[in-house]
């Protein structure tokens, strides 16, 4: 199934779901979906959210809801969800209802977003994590997206990923990179991995500061348009 239909009928069945009253009277285009797991800490950047929904509904012509919707990835509601975000910066081991829901959810056409905090010396979180997406989808799928992906035009326009003050350690090998990764299901990307702590930067309402000049959750926007369109 591709992405737009299976967002479409996704959308409709979460919202039947959880509103079945309103469901004639109200509909969004957008829900934000934090997955909750049961290794790490997931609930990092709590004001994160909101920024980025303002920002959506600043710039574009999403119908927005405006609450943060968080899911255990071991719950099958996340499966209707049309975009997740997941982060943190300690162990990921998923369990083995979180493993078949991740699977399911990525080779049916979802899109995750997931923000390594990188606030440990030695990259526990990137490292738990490749290793869940090796043993999930195989050695080789995650890859450097180049730089001129359509991500990085599909709303604003980006040389590449934006630097962050936050990005502290990476990979744990100390670099700053100048590249994010991905895993590409049907020529889409279905899994965009950072390790550069964007929750953290937009965690913050900077855009109220007169000192900064560039509104920092813009690339936010275009992750989330690129996920409802791609």
């Known amino acids: 199934m591709q992405r737009r ?11 039947v779901a959880a509103f079945p009253m309103r469901a004639h009277a109200q509909s969004y285009d957008f829900y934000f979906t934090r997955l909750s797991y049961e290794s790490g800490n997931w609930d990092v950047d709590e004001r994160m959210p909101a920024n980025v929904l303002n920002s959506l509904i600043e710039y574009t012509s999403l119908r927005v809801d405006i609450r943060e919707r968080v899911v255990p990835l071991s719950d099958p509601a996340m499966l209707s969800a049309p975009f997740c975000y997941m982060a943190g910066h300690r162990l990921v081991q998923f369990t083995l209802q979180e493993r078949e829901n991740f699977v399911r959810y990525v080779n049916n056409g979802g899109f995750v977003f997931v923000d390594d905090c990188n606030h440990d010396i030695d990259g526990m979180f990137a490292r738990t994590f490749e290793q869940q997406m090796a043993e999930l989808f195989g050695p080789d799928a995650l890859q ?36 994010l990764k991905a895993i590409i299901v049907n020529g889409r990307i279905a899994v965009l991995y950072s390790n550069k702590d964007f929750g953290c930067e937009w965690d913050y309402d900077f855009r109220n500061k007169r000192w900064l000049r560039v509104d920092n959750t813009k690339f936010a926007v275009n992750i989330v348009m690129y996920a409802m369109t791609a």
């Open 144 to 179: 450097k997206i180049p730089n001129d992906h359509a991500i990085y035009t599909s709303f604003f326009t980006f040389d590449g990923p934006p630097r962050t003050s936050m990005e502290l350690n990476g990979w744990g090998d100390d670099l700053v990179h100048d590249y």
């Open 5 to 15: 239909a299976f967002l479409q009928s996704a959308l409709a069945a979460a919202f």
